[in-house]
Nanobody, 121 residues
Framework: QVQLVESGGGLVQAGGSLRLSCAAS????????MGWYRHAPGKQRELVAA???????DYADSVKGRFTISRDNAKNTVHLQVDSLKPEDTAVYYC???????????????WGQGTQVTVSS
């Protein structure tokens, strides 16, 4: 089994910043992609940012230029620096990772428990 533990959410004023972190632990042989999704009330869950082990990034258009994803492959951690926050960024942010438990396993997706980000206007 694999566990993802997130930290760093909170309440911040518009224009402020936060740094979200996620650490993966458990039966891990390798991790392909790690990323962040968010789910706001009344909206569908959406991809915010993702980063593959090879360094390829993907960002939602709404966060480009404001959010930066990074990861430490040796520590199985991923971070999301969120700057210039807007009230519409308010959501529960979930960490996700595509993990292979052994050399012969397929990649399975795991999710964290979520961390609340609230941006006040």
């Amino acid at each position: 089994q694999v566990q993802l533990v997130e930290s760093g959410g909170g309440l911040v004023q518009a224009g402020g910043s936060l740094r979200l972190s996620c650490a993966a632990s458990g039966s891990i042989f390798s991790i392909h992609a790690m990323g962040w999704y968010r789910h706001a009330p009344g909206k569908q869950r959406e991809l915010v940012a993702a980063l593959t082990s090879g360094g390829t990034t993907d960002y939602a258009d709404s966060v480009k230029g404001r959010f930066t994803i990074s990861r430490d492959n040796a520590k199985n951690t991923v971070h999301l620096q969120v700057d210039s926050l807007k009230p519409e960024d308010t959501a529960v942010y979930y960490c996700a990772a595509d993990v292979r438990a052994t050399r012969w396993s397929t990649f399975d997706r795991y999710w964290g428990q979520g961390t609340q980000v609230t941006v006040s206007s």
